[in-house]
C-alpha cells in the first residue's frame, strides 16, 4: 500500500499536536493541583483582596481531561492515516475545519489586539513605557503567527483531503483492506498502553505517593508499583499491536484490577479522602476543606467514567478476540474474526 507523501506528513504532524496536547493537560493538571494547594479563600502572592473559587481547580482538571481527549482522538486518527482508513480522511478534515475557525477568528482577536492601545501598571516605570508596549505586541505579534500557523494547517488539510487522488488513494485502500487484521480500536488501546507506560516511569521519580486499593504507597514501593505498570503497559501495548493473545489477556487482567481499583473508591470515598490527605502531607500543603457535595460528585464523574471506559475497552477486547494468535496459530477460528 503506497501512502501519499502528504497523508505521512499529516500523520506525524498529528502526532506532534497531540504531544503538545498531553504536555499542556500535564500543565493544567499541576495548575489544578497548585491552586487547590493555596486554599479557597487564599489571597495569591501580590493580589491582595482576591480569592480562589472553589470551581477554580476543577475546571483546570476539566481542561486537562479535554486536551486528553483531544490528543487521544489525533493519536487515534494518526494511526487510521496510516492504515489508509477511509474514517481517518473525515476526521482530519473535522479537525482541519475546527482548527481553521478557531485559528481565523483567534488570529483576526490577535491582529485587533496589536492595534488596540493597551493600559500599563501604574506602578510601572515611566521611561520604560516605551520598551514595555514593544514587548506586549511582539508577544501578540508572536501570537497572531501561531494561529495563523493553526489556521493555515487546518486550511490545508481542507483542501488536501478533498483532493481527488487523495480521495482515490483512501478508497482504494479501503477496498484492499477490507479484512485487515488489525481492528482499529485494538490499534488505538495498544497505542494508549504506549503511551501509558513512559508517563508512569516519570511518575515513579515524582515526589507524590501513589494510591492502590485504598491504599497509599511511598518511597520503594511506589517507585516500584509504577515501574510495574510501566512494565505492564509496554508489554499489552507490543502484544496488542502484533495480536498476541497473550497481550489481548495481560490487557483484560489489567482492566480488571482498574475497575476493581475504582470500584473501591467509589464504594468508599472516604478513602479517596483520606489518600488525597496523605497526597497533601507529602507535599507539605494544607489539604484544602471542599463541601462533600462537591467532593462527591468529583469522586463519582472520575472513578464512574474510568471504569465506563476501562469496561468499554474490556468489551472492545472481546468482540474481537479471534483476531488475535496464540502461540502455534496463525488465526483463531470462530465468527467473532469478522469486522
Request: glycine share 10%.
Amino acid at each position: 500500500m503506497k501512502r501519499p507523501p502528504g497523508v505521512i506528513v499529516s500523520a506525524i504532524l498529528l502526532l506532534l499536536i497531540a504531544l503538545l496536547e498531553l504536555l499542556a493537560a500535564l500543565g493544567m493538571g499541576l495548575a489544578g493541583a497548585v491552586l487547590s494547594s493555596r486554599g479557597l479563600h487564599t489571597a495569591p502572592q501580590g493580589l491582595p483582596g482576591q480569592t480562589i473559587q472553589p470551581w477554580v481547580p476543577a475546571v483546570e482538571y476539566a481542561m486537562a481531561g479535554f486536551s486528553v481527549a483531544l490528543a487521544a482522538w489525533g493519536i487515534a486518527t494518526m494511526v487510521g492515516l496510516f492504515q489508509m482508513r477511509r474514517w481517518a480522511r473525515y476526521s482530519i478534515l473535522v479537525i482541519g475545519g475546527g482548527m481553521a475557525v478557531i485559528g481565523l477568528f483567534s488570529m483576526l482577536g490577535m491582529l485587533v489586539m496589536l492595534f488596540v492601545p493597551m493600559p500599563l501598571p501604574q506602578t510601572g516605570d515611566p521611561s520604560q513605557e516605551a520598551a514595555a508596549r514593544m514587548a506586549v505586541h511582539m508577544a501578540f505579534g508572536v501570537i497572531t503567527l501561531l494561529y495563523g500557523m493553526v489556521f493555515g494547517l487546518g486550511v490545508f488539510w481542507l483542501v488536501y483531503f478533498n483532493l481527488k487522488k487523495v480521495r482515490e488513494a483512501f478508497a482504494g485502500a479501503a477496498g484492499a483492506q477490507a479484512e485487515s487484521p488489525r481492528p482499529f480500536l485494538i490499534a488505538v488501546i495498544a497505542v494508549l498502553c504506549l503511551i501509558g507506560a513512559p508517563i508512569c516511569v516519570a511518575a515513579a521519580f515524582l515526589p507524590f505517593p501513589a494510591t492502590l486499593l485504598g491504599f497509599t504507597l511511598h518511597g520503594a514501593a511506589k517507585t516500584a508499583l509504577y515501574l510495574a505498570v510501566a512494565a505492564v503497559d509496554c508489554a499489552a501495548g507490543v502484544g496488542l499491536w502484533r495480536l498476541r493473545e497473550w497481550g489481548r489477556r495481560l490487557e483484560l487482567a489489567f482492566l480488571g484490577l482498574g475497575i476493581v481499583n475504582c470500584l473501591v473508591y467509589l464504594v468508599r470515598p472516604s478513602l479517596a479522602t483520606r489518600a488525597n490527605g496523605e497526597i497533601y502531607r507529602t507535599m507539605g500543603i494544607t489539604q484544602p476543606t471542599l463541601p462533600p457535595h462537591f467532593l462527591a460528585v468529583v469522586y463519582s464523574g472520575t472513578f464512574g467514567l474510568s471504569t465506563l471506559l476501562m469496561a468499554a475497552m474490556i468489551a472492545v477486547l472481546y468482540y474481537y478476540r479471534g483476531r488475535f494468535k496464540g502461540p502455534d496459530e496463525t488465526q483463531l477460528p470462530g465468527p467473532a474474526a469478522a469486522v
